[in-house]
Nanobody, 127 residues
Framework: QVHLVESGGGSVQPGGSLTVSCAVSEVTGSGSAMGWFRQAPGEERDFVAAIKWSDHGTLYTDSVKGRFRISGDNANNAVTLQMISLKPEDTGVYYC????????????????????WGQGTQVTVSS
């Protein structure tokens, strides 16, 4: 059984910064990629970012480009999401995901693509 252990998150004022991290607690690894989704209250889970281990290529949803940075360590099956210039609309539960199976990267935005999910960590941006 693969477990994703998330850390970080918290509360910050608009314009502030936060970092969330995730590690895979199973030696079988994280598959070909890892990433993050988020879910605001009453909303569906939305794709935020992903990183491919093959070339460390990254993908971002448009609303976070230039403000969020995903980085990872394939050897340790760990991924970090650095968030700056946070906005109230960034508020939500952030979920770490791993192992998209054989899905191509253009499917990474679909929740059903990912085989493993973390429990989620809360990020609140409010004044």
């Amino acid at each position: 059984q693969v477990h994703l252990v998330e850390s970080g998150g918290g509360s910050v004022q608009p314009g502030g910064s936060l970092t969330v991290s995730c590690a895979v607690s199973e030696v079988t690894g994280s598959g070909s990629a890892m990433g993050w989704f988020r879910q605001a209250p009453g909303e569906e889970r939305d794709f935020v970012a992903a990183i491919k281990w093959s070339d460390h290529g990254t993908l971002y949803t448009d609303s976070v480009k230039g403000r969020f940075r995903i980085s990872g360590d394939n050897a340790n099956n760990a991924v970090t999401l650095q968030m700056i210039s946070l906005k109230p609309e960034d508020t939500g539960v952030y979920y770490c995901v791993a192992d998209p199976g054989s899905a191509p990267y253009w499917n990474y935005g679909q929740p059903s693509t990912w085989n493993y999910w973390g429990q989620g960590t809360q990020v609140t941006v409010s004044s």
